[in-house]
Nanobody, 125 residues
């Protein structure tokens, strides 16, 4: 079993930056695709970013391309999301996810193997 714990969220002004971390416990996630998804108030959950097991391949939602960067440190069993040039529209609960399939992560469905509990990011205008 894998437990995913997010940290680094909070309140930031528009144009600011935050770095989210997701620490995995219970077993290594070095062979998993890791991703970030988010859910804004009153909206459906949506894919944000994903990274393959080695970190050599990443994928982003169009809305965050050029502003967000996903990375991972397999030695620390941790994945990161660097968020720059934040906009009020980025306000959401951000979830860390792990699955063997990149398709599952980008689809953002309930069938994803492991989820974190989520962390709130609020961007003020």
């Amino acid at each position: 079993q894998v437990q995913l714990v997010e940290s680094g969220g909070g309140l930031v002004q528009a144009g600011g930056s935050l770095r989210l971390s997701c620490a995995a416990a219970g077993r290594s996630v070095s062979t998993y695709v890791m991703g970030w998804l988010r859910q804004a108030p009153g909206k459906e959950r949506e894919f944000v970013a994903a990274i393959n097991w080695s970190g050599s391949s990443t994928r982003y939602a169009d809305s965050v391309k050029g502003r967000f960067t996903i990375s991972r440190d397999n030695a620390k069993n941790t994945v990161y999301l660097q968020m720059n040039s934040l906009e009020p529209e980025d306000t959401a609960v951000y979830y860390c996810a792990a699955d063997k399939s990149a398709v599952m992560i980008t689809a953002g469905g309930d069938g994803i193997n492991y989820w974190g509990k989520g962390i709130l990011v609020t961007v003020s205008s």
